[in-house]
């Protein structure tokens, strides 16, 4: 990891970074940037000063991602429910947007990293939505870290423009009356087709929901909690969250390496199991 190499010995993160697999490091992280007007509230400034602040924030994780090997990172800058703020706060995330991506083009090609976005981001206002699309071409050949941008974004939207995107290829072929829907079908067709899913998904600011973020791609996502706020999101916070991740067993749905596969007769009598009087009883009380 590059990132042994920023750190002297005794520093704290160094520590941390140290008791890292790079093996099992998360291919794709995703963030859900949460607190930003909480962090200036309390300080008593306006919600902007957070949002500025926030900026920051986004700039020193985008860097150690790439310093750890991180392959892909997904930032939930926007929501499609976050047009209902105040429209000066709006004006001013545009802004700010526009001034990240001015001011971070240099080191995206530097650090050889790819910037993309999802969302409907055709809906955003043109100066903003021109500059991203510029940013996204400029950095289209770079081969390291995807750094994905979440804007104007909604994972219910994600889902419909999917399943809507499937009936007009089928309608088109002329197919539609056969049309059946598969899980792979519908992933190939998600804003983030191209990929993996995320391993890891952080929240910050202690809230305990997912706010419409990648519904379908989080399905067995280790999901992280933080109370830290956004702006005070640092490298320690980062390196603290990957180190929960990897003391995680993943399971998928099925059971634990240390755990002993068993059959039913191994925990239930066979004769405590249901035969086919239950059956035939279940049968006829769910059909009154």
Same mark, same amino acid.
């Given at each position: 990891?590059? *990132?042994? =190499?920023?750190?002297?010995?005794?520093?704290?993160?160094?520590?941390?970074?140290?008791?890292?697999?790079?093996?099992?490091?998360?291919?794709?992280?995703?963030?859900?940037?949460?607190? +930003?007007?909480?962090?200036?509230?309390?300080?008593?400034?306006?919600?902007?000063?957070?949002?500025?602040?926030?900026?920051?924030?986004? !700039?020193?994780?985008?860097?150690?991602?790439?310093?750890?090997? #991180?392959?892909?990172?997904?930032?939930?800058?926007?929501?499609? =429910?976050?047009?209902?703020?105040?429209?000066?706060?709006?004006?001013?995330?545009?802004?700010?947007?526009?001034?990240?991506?001015? !001011?971070?083009?240099?080191?995206?090609?530097?650090?050889?990293?790819?910037?993309?976005?999802?969302?409907?981001?055709?809906?955003?206002?043109?100066?903003?939505?021109?500059? *991203?699309?510029?940013?996204?071409?400029?950095?289209?050949?770079?081969?390291?870290? !995807? %750094?994905?941008?979440?804007?104007?974004?909604?994972?219910?939207?994600? *889902?419909?423009?999917?399943?809507?995107?499937? #009936?007009?290829?089928?309608?088109?072929?002329?197919?539609?009356?056969? %049309?059946?829907?598969?899980?792979?079908? #519908?992933?190939?067709?998600?804003?983030?087709?191209?990929?993996? =899913?995320?391993?890891?998904?952080?929240?910050?600011?202690?809230?305990?929901?997912?706010? +419409?973020?990648?519904?379908?791609?989080?399905?067995?996502?280790?999901?992280?909690?933080?109370?830290?706020?956004?702006?005070?999101? +640092?490298?320690?916070?980062?390196?603290?969250?990957?180190?929960?991740?990897?003391?995680?067993? !993943?399971?998928?749905?099925?059971?634990?390496?240390?755990?002993?596969?068993?059959?039913?007769?191994?925990?239930?009598?066979?004769?405590?199991?249901?035969?086919?009087?239950?059956?035939?009883?279940?049968?006829?009380?769910?059909?009154?």
């Amino acid at each position: 990891m590059k *990132l042994l =190499e920023a750190l002297p010995p005794g520093d704290r993160d160094r520590e941390l970074a140290l008791s890292l697999d790079p093996a099992r490091l998360p291919a794709h992280i995703a963030i859900i940037m949460d607190g +930003n007007g909480r962090w200036a509230q309390r300080r008593g400034l306006p919600r902007i000063a957070g949002h500025k602040v926030g900026v920051s924030t986004v !700039r020193s994780v985008v860097e150690d991602c790439v310093q750890l090997g #991180i392959p892909a990172l997904t930032l939930y800058a926007f929501s499609a =429910e976050n047009w209902k703020r105040p429209r000066t706060e709006v004006e001013l995330l545009w802004r700010l947007l526009r001034y990240y991506l001015r !001011r971070e083009i240099d080191d995206l090609q530097r650090n050889n990293i790819r910037l993309q976005s999802i969302g409907r981001t055709e809906a955003l206002p043109d100066r903003v939505y021109e500059e *991203l699309r510029d940013v996204e071409r400029a950095t289209a050949h770079n081969t390291g870290m !995807r %750094l994905t941008l979440a804007i104007n974004y909604s994972a219910r939207h994600e *889902l419909v423009d999917a399943v809507n995107s499937l #009936i007009d290829e089928a309608r088109i072929a002329g197919k539609l009356a056969d %049309l059946a829907v598969t899980e792979n079908m #519908i992933s190939r067709r998600l804003y983030t087709a191209d990929l993996p =899913e995320p391993d890891l998904l952080i929240r910050t600011s202690g809230e305990m929901r997912v706010s +419409n973020f990648l519904l379908w791609q989080i399905a067995y996502a280790e999901l992280y909690v933080t109370e830290t706020l956004w702006p005070d999101f +640092n490298r320690t916070e980062l390196l603290k969250a990957i180190v929960d991740f990897q003391k995680r067993e !993943r399971r998928f749905g099925g059971i634990g390496a240390a755990e002993p596969a068993e059959s039913a007769a191994d925990v239930i009598p066979p004769e405590a199991l249901p035969g086919d009087e239950f059956e035939t009883e279940e049968i006829a009380v769910s059909s009154q």
